[in-house]
């Protein structure tokens, strides 16, 4: 077990249905801490090293939580180029997932060859956007790019998730716009999406987890602020006493995504076709972008303290920091892992939800956990 630690979840069945679930997190969810008495950019040097999971996000939230505690104005293409690397980051963990991580739950080959194609476009992607390294210190410089060389490499990333996912452009699956034309799709496509999509299709599973957890809203600062003060409020996070879920599915809202929020709620097949739509939409956003000057963020001066928010791959990622005298004397972070893995949160709610025999639960419940995403290791133990 690394520094992200872990997550127990335990279901207790009676019959044909979950009766109960316990999910028990060892995340050491106040690591932040000991970059507590260091100086800003010292400790933003330290966060890359703290977090390997999302660690370009964790970068950039860290250093806009910096930013704004110095009343410092993020420039516009630092800004840009700051959402950019977010973006591949994104991208390169939701294909980690796809590729990697889901097909043995369906007893299938990983696509490593895909995912290395993945890792070095990330790579020369990542080194054209900071290729000095410091765009994630305060007031970090950006390098100039050609959009001919960018274009190259993006369109080259593009034609690879045509390839390994969709079987047809990004731009052309961001057009399906109900259930028929996503069933019609994953009957003549064979890709391991397809096929995973057809298979939950197939055995009635595109609802397996509905429930009633609602979207954590976008947060005010200053109320945001307030909940810092709280300690619990990293631990199990509740936003105006309910937990709530940050994740590709709360954030993807397209006509085939609404149809089927329409038809099944938060069940499991919206939520994969929204990671799905999440690359499709990345790669056309990726693709699209031209170095040039962005518009003007707002900044919120907050007198020595400082929050950042990124959404990162599997939801939205807050730092928080106090700064006196140029130091840190506070510093905390929320993961999204907290929200949708709260005890009584949107996992608990879909998981026990689940029914059918005890192979057919556990098979939902890993599929259903993975297209969440807790972005460490889990246990998922099945009693009764």
């Known amino acids: 077990m690394g520094l992200e630690g872990s997550i127990s979840i335990d279901l207790q069945l009676d019959g044909f249905a979950v009766a109960e679930v316990a999910i028990a997190s060892r995340r050491p969810v106040h690591a932040s801490r000991v970059l507590e008495g260091k100086p800003a950019d010292e400790a933003l040097g330290f966060l890359g090293m703290l977090f390997s999971v999302c660690g370009t996000a964790q970068s950039c939230a860290g250093v806009r939580a910096c930013e704004q505690a110095l009343d410092h104005v993020e420039a516009p293409m630092v800004a840009a180029r700051r959402?950019?690397?977010v973006q591949l980051e994104s991208l390169r963990e939701h294909l980690w997932r796809l590729f990697l991580d889901w097909p043995p739950l369906q007893g299938e080959e990983e696509d490593g060859d895909a995912m290395q194609k993945m890792l070095r476009l990330h790579a020369?992607?990542?080194?054209?956007l900071d290729p000095q390294q410091d765009l994630f210190r305060i007031s970090g410089s950006v390098a100039l790019v050609d959009d001919g060389d960018w274009q190259r490499l993006t369109g080259q990333l593009s034609a690879l998730v045509q390839e390994r996912v969709?079987?047809?452009?990004?731009?052309?699956?961001?057009?399906?716009?109900d259930v028929q034309e996503l069933d019609s799709w994953a009957g003549r496509t064979d890709?391991?999406?397809?096929?995973?999509?057809?298979?939950?299709r197939e055995r009635r599973w595109a609802a397996a987890g509905r429930c009633s957890v609602e979207a954590l809203p976008d947060l005010d600062g200053c109320a945001l602020a307030r909940y810092f003060d709280y300690q619990t409020f990293v631990e199990t996070p509740l936003w105006h006493g309910q937990p709530r879920e940050t994740s590709a599915f709360t954030r993807v809202n397209t006509p085939l995504t609404a149809a089927l929020q329409a038809d099944f709620g938060n069940g499991l097949l919206p939520r994969l076709v929204a990671r799905l739509s999440e690359m499709a939409q990345l790669c056309q956003e990726l693709q699209a972008f031209r170095f040039r000057e962005a518009p003007q963020p707002a900044c919120l001066a907050h007198s020595g303290m400082g929050l950042g928010q990124v959404e990162a791959a599997r939801g939205r990622l807050i730092h928080q920091i106090v700064l006196e005298e140029q130091q840190i004397t506070r510093y905390r972070i929320l993961a999204p892992t907290e929200w949708n893995f709260h005890p009584k949160g949107v996992v608990a709610q879909g998981l026990a939800a689940l029914t059918g025999t005890e192979a057919q639960i556990r098979e939902q419940a890993r599929l259903l956990i993975s297209a969440i995403d807790p972005c460490v290791a889990y246990e998922l133990n099945l009693h009764g």
């Open 124 to 128: 020369a992607l990542s080194g054209m």
């Open 83 to 85: 959402n950019l690397m």
């Open 191 to 200: 890709t391991f999406a397809a096929r995973l999509l057809r298979g939950v």
């Open 166 to 177: 969709f079987a047809q452009s990004p731009e052309s699956w961001l057009e399906l716009a």
